[in-house]
């Protein structure tokens, strides 16, 4: 007898319950390592088991819901907290999640995928989504209105393009209707518990097959089973200042969640210049107030109603207000010999020039209404919402793309059907989506409103699609996901596309992956619609620029991806091998040979000169190919773990002409040759601690050259420590860019690392400043 006490002596002990927080009953847990133990939850979702010392494979599987899967060492007491979604969840890659520690759990679908925690991000004293995702391995970014905190920024995954990634809330569509992505600049952590990010091409996608680079989903805060509440203060350099509140618990059949968060900094940029100008010829030089500060507000509300364990209605709203003075980013110092102003005259080198002050303001409003409920042998889910991400400028704009004032609105309506077996689970399901995009007369800095778009027309299409997917375990080892999609859009018709997935269990601490699949990404709104010339701008050459074509057809892509997942003891090690075939891809048409020889000087929207307008258009091919590792070692006595993840992104065009260049970057395109803004290598290391009241942690990023700041190679590194002053009050103290690294307090024209174009002939890029060190201090009660 006692030897048997020996041998059984770890309680294993948990709970299963729906996303929502709502305990599911009858869900089967089964554990298999030195023995196989079966466990059904209860009626509050509880499960309790005694078993031998050793590593099991633990598995849980809920009618509707999506299965979960990991790997747990026990030598002592363990509690598990199963959280499944359902199959349909409104997240593009249905991921459920047993919590032992999260960071440990090896990748077990068809494609790689990274998700963020709400304590990952505030481990480091992070307050922005956009500073999570800097760590990702297939992550670049994209700075086109200049390198400050203030400024416009978005994420592209696994390529070149930030359009060709989808950017959701809870798997509403968020991407902007001008631009094709998302400013995530200003999005603060305090109205999410998670971030979900997933790369290629997902045999079981539900936003449709309208995206080969990945998605970042964001997964708002939600209700949960007991009442919580959270308040937090933060203030530190460049007068940045914080306060977020939470609130989630649920009473009765009633569940809650609400977030309100108010941001504001001074920024690094505040001084008064003499300012070149390059839009206004009465301005040599002019006295100019470069700041860099900004104001943002954020506010969610989500509720849900449980009819059933199997019935449920949930509302969300998501609000976000931010405006931005980013004439600290756009107008900086001249670095290049002969640049000349608007008016002709010749502008020193060290002399600040640029189009003047500018103030640019975000609007995201964000509704979703979703319910499910048992239909015949499976499970109905109706999913609706509206959406519109708002653009104002006031002053002169930088970016033609990205500095226009526009009304972007979206309304999508869902529904589909699914059903689980034992070994296999598929569903069917379509939606129509409706989106519009309007661009406005932006106020002049005379307080006048300028008229020529206000006789643009409204811009509008209509999305239809049908999907049916499913997964089959086919043995033992072998599990297999598969998809096919058909869309149709009203401005340039019809696309099917297929993917397929298979994961292979070698043993049940590795697998193999592969799929294959593909994709598409539609001519934005704007890239199709013939612009008057009398509302294009003509750039120094007398070019006009930003011109629309009806012709315009989409992207079509085809991606290969092989991966391997690994779980040691106390590590887990992914790596993932991806190339994407793109064809037709869009970019930028530009005479440059007629322009350098001055033949489009001279012209007028009344007599333009044939040839002498630049437009988007599809042309060649492009090659997206690289690999990735992600490692994780928690180290005994499990105070100490780390994370350590790199990226080799190779993205080249093939077979163009000289007359073209990356709608986001703006670099010119050579065949062969790795897009501008694009580093081939990045990399991230992080190691965080933690024993009694005391925790800390540290970050640092590396890019290699040819990066979004236009530098040389750099890493930045942040770091944090704090304590717990008693149970429910912790005080942090956070340090971004403690070594300075690509610090500058504003954009140096001409100064970057050249690109090299046709002939090597180098070309001059803008080189970007960050912010130096910086320092917060934050509070934060918690209860």
């Known amino acids: 007898m006692h030897a048997l006490l020996l041998a059984v002596c770890c309680l294993v002990s948990g709970h299963v319950h729906a996303a929502s927080g709502a305990p599911l009953a009858g869900a089967r847990v089964v554990l298999r390592g030195p023995v196989t133990i079966v466990l059904s939850s209860d009626a509050t979702g509880a499960i309790a088991t005694h078993v031998s010392p050793g590593d099991y494979q633990v598995n849980a599987v809920a009618n509707g819901y999506t299965p979960v899967s990991t790997d747990v060492k026990i030598d002592r007491d363990v509690a598990l907290d199963f959280s499944l979604e359902p199959l349909d969840a409104p997240t593009l890659r249905t991921i459920s ?230 004439s600290g980013s756009i107008n900086g110092i001249n670095g290049l010999a002969g640049t000349l102003d608007a008016k002709g005259d010749a502008v020193p080198v060290g002399a600040f020039i640029g189009p003047g002050a500018q103030t640019f303001s975000q609007n995201i409003r964000a509704y979703q209404v979703r319910g499910q409920a048992p239909l015949g042998a499976g499970e109905v889910i109706a999913n609706a919402y509206a959406s519109n991400n708002d653009i104002g400028l006031a002053g002169n704009p930088s970016n033609p793309a990205y500095d226009v004032t526009h009304v972007d609105h979206r309304y999508n309506g869902e529904v589909s059907w699914q059903r689980t077996f034992d070994r296999s689970n598929y569903s069917i399901g379509g939606y129509t989506r409706y989106e519009s995009l309007q661009f406005l007369a932006p106020p002049s800095s005379d307080g006048s409103t300028l008229t020529s778009f206000q006789q643009q027309p409204l811009l509008g299409q209509t999305i239809d699609t049908f999907y049916v997917r499913g997964g089959l375990q086919a043995t033992k080892e072998l599990r297999l996901d598969a998809g096919l999609f058909q869309t149709h859009y009203s401005t340039f018709g019809s696309n099917l596309d297929s993917r397929i997935g298979a994961i292979y269990y070698l043993d049940p601490k590795t697998s193999l992956r592969a799929s294959f699949g593909t994709g598409f990404r539609p001519p934005l709104l704007f890239e199709r619609y013939v612009f008057p010339l009398s509302q294009l701008a003509q750039d120094q050459y007398g070019v006009f620029v930003g011109q629309g074509s009806p012709n315009e057809r989409p992207e079509h892509a085809t991606e290969y991806e092989l991966g391997l997942s690994h779980h040691f003891q106390s590590a887990t090690l992914d790596v993932s091998l991806y190339r994407t075939n793109l064809r037709n891809p869009i970019e930028i048409y530009y005479p440059y040979q007629r322009a350098l020889a001055n033949g489009c000087v001279g012209q007028t929207p009344q007599a333009p000169i044939a040839g002498c307008t630049s437009y988007q258009s599809n042309i060649g091919n492009a090659v997206y190919q690289g690999a990735e590792l992600r490692f994780v070692q928690r180290f005994a006595p499990q105070h100490l773990f780390l994370t350590a993840m790199y990226g080799l992104n190779v993205a080249y065009p093939k077979d163009l002409t000289a007359d073209f260049s990356n709608p986001t970057s703006g670099a010119n395109l050579v065949d062969n040759r790795q897009f501008g803004g694009i580093p081939q290598q990045q990399g991230s290391l992080e190691l965080d601690w933690v024993k009694g009241d005391w925790h800390a942690a540290a970050s640092a990023v590396f890019r290699g050259t040819n990066n979004e700041l236009n530098t040389g190679p750099f890493t930045r590194v942040n770091a944090s420590v704090g304590v717990k002053l008693d149970p429910m009050m912790d005080l942090t103290f956070a340090g971004t860019n403690i070594f300075n690294d690509g610090a500058g307090r504003y954009t140096i024209f001409g100064a970057g690392v050249p690109y090299l174009g046709i002939d090597n002939a180098p070309i001059p890029s803008d080189r970007y400043g960050v912010e130096p060190f910086g320092l917060r201090m934050i509070l934060t009660i918690r209860h």
């Open 97 to 326: 999640v047993v919590t032992v520690d999260g960071r440990l759990a090896p990748n077990r679908g068809a494609i790689p995928s990274i998700t963020v925690t709400r304590a990952d991000m505030e481990r480091l004293g992070d307050d922005r989504i956009v500073q999570a995702l800097q760590t990702l391995p297939g992550a670049t970014f994209a700075r086109p209105d200049g390198g400050g905190a203030n400024a416009v920024s978005v994420v592209a995954l696994r390529g070149p393009d930030p359009s060709e990634s989808l950017v959701t809330l809870d798997g509403q569509l968020l991407n902007d209707g001008n631009t094709g992505d998302l400013d995530l600049s200003r999005l603060p952590i305090a109205a999410f518990a998670a971030v979900d990010v997933t790369e290629g091409l997902g045999p079981e996608d539900s936003n449709g097959s309208n995206t080969f680079g990945g998605s970042i989903n964001l997964v708002s805060l939600a209700p949960t089973q007991k009442p919580h509440w959270a308040f937090s203060q933060s203030a530190g350099s460049f007068g940045h200042t914080e306060t977020w509140a939470n609130a989630t618990g649920s009473r009765g059949r009633l569940g809650y969640a609400f977030a309100l968060d108010n941001t504001h900094q001074l920024g690094y940029a505040n001084a008064v210049v003499p300012l070149y100008s390059s839009v206004d010829p009465t301005c040599s030089p002019c006295t100019t107030l470069l700041g860099s500060s900004v104001a943002s507000h954020a506010a969610l509300g989500n509720v849900s109603w449980s009819f059933s364990q199997r019935a449920n209605v949930t509302a969300r709203v998501f609000l976000l207000g931010d405006s931005r003075d980013q």
